[in-house]
């Protein structure tokens, strides 16, 4: 761990020390080391990718949430083989992570044999950035879509009070000789995360994301998160990709809708309980030319019409950076993550 002099109040760590100090934390408050181990490498690889919103930053939250009793960190899922290319997956109310961990195997097995499988997970709690779900199935040379609902906080295009989570929608395809496309997006008009972010830092947010308590636009994320509420991107479009996660990802799997449960005996709980959804496809499958052949000539074309960069490009550049110059903590959070690994 050494000092960095770009940076006033801040450290470098490396990928793997983080990891390490976010496995203590997770051990410390609860959790088995196999969801420690999930968990950690999860967060860790968020914040190397400069996905900030679902870093260390939700680290607070993890720990609340498991002091509160509301998700289970010793869970163990339960995976059920149903049908030719269909996977259910009982959270057993743990976290989603460890859940797609369990019946991955399962799942890509039978994605190769019948060219498409199904994973219905239920009973999860899901905190995390949505691409790492999909992407290291790129890596395989498979295609996966992955959808989660969360906790209401958004209101309907149309409607008055919110019903709806975030409720994002992640994709990630082979492309040969490159990373995968891949993209992580929320049916909202912004993450949930940006917005505390940007109520921490005192940062006004761009019109048209959201509400306050009086249903009145404002750009206070304050306002928005003390009684307020999101808006879906794109008007009646999101809106509907929204409802289509939210019948995916709950009435699908047998989760819980985004209004569905109740935490409010749970003083400190941070996380939705709901189901997630994934799709994965061996594209070999197919007919015509190689799947991650013809990716490249698709980003090649868009490239050639002027489109410089890609869903996943910046995250694959602080990756990259992350991994030769280490991933940079201020001073404060790298005190606050020491603290919480010892008590």
């Known amino acids: ?23 203590g934390i997770f051990l410390r408050h609860g959790t088995r080391p196999e969801v420690a181990t999930v968990l950690a490498n999860n967060c860790a690889g968020a914040e190397r990718d400069g996905a900030h919103s679902h870093g260390v930053f939700r680290i607070p939250g993890y720990v609340s949430t498991l002091k509160s009793g509301w998700v289970n960190g010793q869970a163990v899922p339960v995976v059920e ?61 498979l295609v996966a879509l ?18 709806f989570g975030t409720n994002p ?54 306002a928005i998160l003390e009684g307020g509420a999101l808006l879906p991107f794109g008007g009646h479009k999101g809106s509907a990709l929204s409802m289509m996660v939210e019948l995916l990802a ?8 985004s209004f ?6 749970h003083p400190g709980a941070k996380t939705p309980w709901t189901g997630q959804l994934l799709i994965v496809i061996d594209p070999s499958k197919a007919a015509g030319q190689n799947f991650a052949q013809r990716s490249q000539e698709l980003v090649r074309q868009m490239h050639a019409v002027g489109l410089h960069r890609l869903p996943g490009d910046r995250r694959h550049r602080e990756r990259r950076k992350a991994e030769s110059a280490g991933i940079v903590l201020d001073d404060e959070t790298l005190v606050q993550l020491r603290s919480l690994a010892e008590g």
């Open 250 to 257: 709950a009435a699908l799997t047998g989760g819980n809708f």
């Open 1 to 23: 761990m050494s000092v960095s002099h770009d940076q006033a109040a801040s450290h470098t760590v490396s990928y793997p020390t983080l990891v390490n100090l976010l496995e």
């Open 169 to 222: 929608i992640a994709f990630a395809a082979p492309r040969a000789d490159d990373e995968p496309i891949v993209f992580d997006l929320a049916t909202s008009a912004i993450a949930h995360g940006d917005v505390q972010i940007a109520a921490r830092k005192g940062e006004r947010l761009p019109p048209g994301m959201g509400v306050d308590s009086l249903g009145q636009p404002t750009t206070d994320p304050k």
């Open 146 to 163: 992955s959808v989660v609902n969360s906790m209401t906080c958004v209101v309907p295009h149309g409607a008055d009070r919110p019903l």
């Open 260 to 265: 569905e449960f109740d935490w409010s005996n």
């Open 81 to 141: 083989d149903v049908a030719s290319g269909f996977v259910r997956v009982d959270a057993q109310n743990g976290f989603a992570q460890p859940a797609l961990a369990a019946g991955r195997a399962l799942l890509v097995e039978k994605a190769r044999s019948a060219g498409i499988a199904v994973m219905a997970i239920r009973n999860s709690h899901h905190f995390a950035a949505l691409w790492p779900d999909v992407e290291p199935f790129a890596y395989e040379g």
